[in-house]
């Protein structure tokens, strides 16, 4: 079945450092794409989104990437804060579907 | 404040015994969506309703009912035959397809 993925289940980062967050996806019919961040007991909070039409976007300390030619979105965080270590998901709507699809996640972990 | 309501934020009950989650949301969203996540796992859709009165199951509805006679709720009954059904259940609400979806901050149902 068609799934959405992630490379790596943990990154561990030094404070001020920057991380990049990385996922898969098998739907090359995907066209919108979504990052969260979930803090331990909490719902996931939305980060950046982007559509199959782009392939950069920027936000506050945070950009996401697309490549649709390998399938695969990353997400970076620049100078990495304490309150950045939390759990990371990226998040597709296939385009014959209708709600999103979730990965696994990445679970960051700032230490200072 | 706009958002989306979760409560209780902690359910305990006997196995056999049916519980409703309640959700509710105050952003005029057309959608609602209700996934599962377990420990150290993404989230699973279980059931989503585009506008009102009308809802589809989605990747894990097995055990599980919802109603939409609401736009503001969407509530989910988990019933005695959902095999395994302690978890962390997570309501989300967007405008609508392709766009952002808002957490609540989940309730943890725990049957013993």
């Known amino acids: 079945g068609e799934s959405v993925g992630l490379h790596l289940p943990t990154l561990s980062v030094q404070e001020g450092d920057n991380s990049i967050i990385n996922c898969a996806y098998s739907?090359?019919?995907?066209?919108?794409f979504i990052w969260y961040k979930q803090e331990s007991g909490k719902g996931p909070q939305f980060i950046i989104d982007i559509r199959s039409n782009m392939d950069k976007r920027q936000g506050q300390r945070v950009t996401v990437l697309l490549n649709k030619t390998v399938k695969h979105l990353s997400l970076q965080i620049a100078a990495t804060q304490p309150g950045d270590s939390a759990v990371y998901f990226c998040a597709e709507t296939p385009n014959s579907g209708y709600a999103l699809n979730f990965g696994k996640g990445t679970s960051l972990l700032v230490t200072p | 404040d706009g958002g989306i309501t979760q409560s209780p934020k902690y359910l305990f009950r006997k196995e056999g015994q049916n519980v409703t989650l309640s959700c509710e949301q105050n952003?005029?969203?057309?959608?609602m969506y209700w996934y599962r996540q377990d420990p150290g796992q993404g989230l699973r859709l279980i059931y989503y309703?585009?506008?009102?009165?009308?809802?589809q199951k989605g990747d894990i509805a097995e055990g599980y009912s919802v109603s939409r006679e609401k736009k503001e709720s969407f509530p989910l009954t988990v019933t005695s035959a959902q095999k395994n059904p302690t978890a962390f259940y997570l309501c989300a609400s967007s405008k609508g397809h392709n766009t952002e979806a808002f957490f609540g901050q989940g309730t943890r149902l725990t049957v013993v």
């Open positions: 952003l005029n969203h057309d959608a």
């Open positions: 309703s585009q506008i009102v009165n009308d809802f």
């Open positions: 739907n090359s019919a995907s066209d919108y």
